[in-house]
């Protein structure tokens, strides 16, 4: 699966997608991967600038299943939105590094760089994580508040990756025609146990399995 980027200028953030800039992205319909029925509606959008990626989700729900108020927590056990690139595209075979970043309803992130040998993976925290190598990011609930554990019509959320923060992989800060390995994902727990959705389903309920990413290319 394959997904051209389109380039922008930077925008601030505003957590709803409605800068001007993100009208250049179509929606990308994400994949309900469960056996069960499932009726929530998830999208995202991703474009790009001299400066870093952008990524943009918008999903229906009914309840913000979120507890953590404090950054760098393992807020994947909760509602979130996930991303996973992969500037470097290793050769099958070796020891995989790849970047991932996650967001919650509640504005609270991660940030991992995860190395990966044969699906046994651990997440490392960012170094000097400050400056121009912060993530900028925003969020916004539709039809309540953000509250953990507050009813609404569903969620948005928008994040900026910089290249900076990138520094030391492989293609880290792109060109035209450069092509990464990536992947975004949503899990939601209003039923107890978790329901995920994938842009690129190949990957299955694995959201680490990284020979199965999708392909961002860069216009």
Known sequence: MKLI?????????????????????EWQKMTYLGAEEQSYSTRCKTVYSDTGIYFLVDCEDQVISCSFTEDMQPI???DVFEVFLDPAYAESGQQRVYFEYELSPLDKELVL??????EVFHGWLPWHYEGDRRIRHA???KGGEKLPMASCTGWQAECFIPFALLSGLANGTPESGTQWRGNIYRIDYDKGASGHWAWNDATGGNFHNYNKFGILKFE
């Open 5 to 25: 980027v389109k380039k922008c200028k930077d925008f601030e953030l505003t957590g709803d997608g409605s800068s001007p800039e993100w009208q250049q992205a």
């Open 76 to 78: 994947f056990t909760e």
């Open 113 to 118: 760089l995860v190395p990966n040998d044969e």
């Open 139 to 141: 969020t916004n609930i």
